[in-house]
């Protein structure tokens, strides 16, 4: 089949790989424009043109599908391009109805849940932070809507109570990866099942900056979660006197205190709102290195009454 593949992060690349491997005609990838990255602010490849790249496959890097001169070119390119379907996988750009009705096959995206839940932009977080168990792959039609298509098939893993975000992410990136070969194998063969998304819904809007700060007030399931969620990034923190603190993981603890929230104790257990205690256990202080709490209070000591915030 000749696809057109559409897609930016790392979670994008192990289906562009499996769609090579499985003998697919990449005609053409579409990803987002290299960015300026960290301090010294060096343009960065996004990692599907990285792979792209790799096998010698031509990338396009429209600012818009949607919109000014770039919108127009794209079109002619697809056209040119002429794919039986469009593969979309974390491309961070909405398509226009005139390149969703543009292939035989239509357009086909891999979503990180199991549709009709946690449409969005942050899946993976989301279902971690709101305590599911389960969660899943999704591919379906592209429709105008957000994430609101037929779905075709759908694979389900549990997510392990200590998992974090950086560990489903890989798990539903490699689920996705198979997935997408046998949703194109089946639209090939005319057997590939189509149903509308109905019953319950919700919405994993985009993290940001609100999404990552640790609020000692709250249960400390919820912490719990909101930790192992954002971890590896963007990373939870809150404030140990005037500098940052990103925690990367904590264990649950037995005890309960009757201190104020945010306490902390001299091993890092941390107070939370229903008195129950976390030991935050993989940490990273502002302008510092990722390193254990037992290695950081080797070389600096938290005083008694110590409070996070």
């Known amino acids: 089949m000749n696809i057109v593949f559409m897609g930016t992060p790392e979670f994008s690349v192990p289906c562009l790989n499996s769609l090579v491997e499985a003998g697919h005609n990449i005609t053409g990838v579409f990803t987002q424009p290299d960015k300026p990255k960290n301090r010294g602010h060096k343009m960065q490849m996004p990692p599907v043109k990285e792979c792209a790249l ?29 794919p039986d379907c ?27 849940s199991l549709l009709p839940m946690y449409r969005g932009a942050a899946p993976i977080q989301r279902v971690i932070m709101d305590g599911r168990t389960v969660t899943g792959v999704t591919t379906m039609h592209m429709a105008e809507g957000l994430d609101t298509g037929d779905m075709i098939l759908k694979d389900a893993l549990e997510i392990g109570e200590k998992m974090t975000g950086g560990e489903l992410h890989d798990a539903l990136s490699a689920m996705g990866a198979r997935l997408i070969v046998e949703t194109l194998a089946q639209l090939e063969k005319g057997t590939a099942p ?3 998304q109905t019953g319950d819904t919700c919405y994993a ?5 609100n999404t990552c700060k640790l609020d000692f007030s709250q ?14 990034a963007p990373g939870a923190f809150a404030f140990l006197g005037d500098k940052r603190l990103k925690v990367y993981f904590a264990e649950k603890c037995g005890k309960e205190y009757d201190l104020p929230c945010g306490s902390v104790l001299s091993d890092f257990t941390v107070v939370c709102g229903d008195k129950k205690t976390l030991k935050f256990t993989d940490i990273q202080s502002e302008g510092g290195k990722r390193m254990s709490s037992s290695d950081y209070l080797r070389g600096r000591k938290i005083e008694d009454g110590t409070v996070l915030t």
Do not use: F, T, W
């Open 205 to 209: 809007k985009m993290l940001d900056k």
């Open 194 to 196: 189509r149903e509308v």
């Open 86 to 112: 469009i593969v979309v996988v974390a491309y961070g750009q909405i398509l226009p109805k005139e390149v969703l009705e543009l292939p035989k096959y239509g357009c086909i995206n891999v979503h990180a």
């Open 219 to 232: 249960p400390a399931e919820i912490i719990y979660n909101q930790i192992r969620a954002l971890s590896p």
């Open 54 to 82: 790799s096998h010698s496959i031509d990338v396009y890097q429209p600012l818009s599908l949607r919109k000014g001169d770039d919108a127009a070119e794209s079109m002619e390119i697809l056209k040119r391009l002429a």
